[in-house]
């Protein structure tokens, strides 16, 4: 089965920064959109932020001028690289891509933020 895998979490203070990343096997990425999504405890998951495979980026108005989602096809990986941290962001990072109308997800990392 078709796994991503995130990497990059940790455990951070408020204003800090950290960067998670995605790896996808092959060329899974290549020619869709990629997204990261975000699921704190007792909360429904959510989207962070989104690329296209042209590079157009969207992103929660949670997290908008303090994250940036970027992507490299030659290595088959997404980044997220997160600044001014807040404990509010705390969360489970997961990345996605839908292939077809087929979701593949990661096992996500684990970004704590203390205050």
């Known amino acids: 089965q078709v796994q991503l895998v995130e990497s990059g979490g940790g455990l951070v203070q408020a204003g800090g920064s950290l960067r998670v990343s995605c790896a996808g096997p092959g060329s899974i990425f290549t020619g869709f959109t990629v997204a990261w999504y975000r699921q704190a405890p007792g909360k429904q998951r959510e989207l962070v932020a989104g690329?296209?495979?042209?590079?157009?980026?969207n992103y929660a108005d949670s997290v908008k001028g303090r994250f940036t989602i970027s992507r490299d096809n030659v290595k088959s990986a997404v980044y997220l690289q997160m600044n001014s941290l807040k404990p509010d962001d705390t969360a489970v990072y997961y990345c996605?891509?839908?292939?077809?109308?087929?979701?593949?997800w990661g096992q996500g990392t684990q970004v704590t933020v203390s205050s």
């Open positions: 690329i296209t495979s042209g590079g157009s980026t």
């Open positions: 996605n891509v839908n292939r077809w109308g087929i979701n593949y």
